[in-house]
């Protein structure tokens, strides 16, 4: 199973979530574009980017304002 987390850049005291939802990925950062001049994206491109999180084509994306990655249970991580 993965876990998504989410971070938005807050100085030095970044605010993350976690959850093993891409859906609720998405709403967190459009939750935070509400609130975040420096959270900033296409909505339509995240969706892309989540989606290849999810398949595994991505393990990370990263932009100055925020960072979304995802990670494996250490159970399903290959030896």
Same mark, same amino acid.
């Given at each position: 199973?993965?876990?998504?987390?989410?971070?938005i850049?807050? #100085?030095?005291?970044? !605010?993350?979530?976690?959850?093993?939802?891409?859906?609720?990925?998405?709403?967190?950062?459009?939750?935070?574009?509400?609130?975040?001049?420096?959270?900033?994206?296409?909505?339509e491109? !995240?969706?892309?980017?989540?989606?290849?999180?999810?398949? #595994?084509?991505?393990?990370?994306?990263?932009?100055? #304002?925020?960072?979304?990655?995802?990670?494996m249970?250490?159970?399903?991580?290959?030896?």
């Amino acid at each position: 199973m993965k876990t998504y987390r989410v971070t938005i850049r807050n #100085g030095a005291y970044p !605010l993350t979530y976690d959850t093993l939802s891409i859906a609720k990925a998405y709403g967190c950062l459009m939750e935070a574009r509400n609130w975040a001049c420096h959270v900033d994206f296409d909505p339509e491109e !995240l969706m892309e980017v989540l989606a290849d999180l999810r398949a #595994g084509r991505k393990l990370l994306y990263e932009t100055d #304002g925020w960072k979304v990655e995802a990670e494996m249970e250490e159970s399903q991580c290959r030896e």
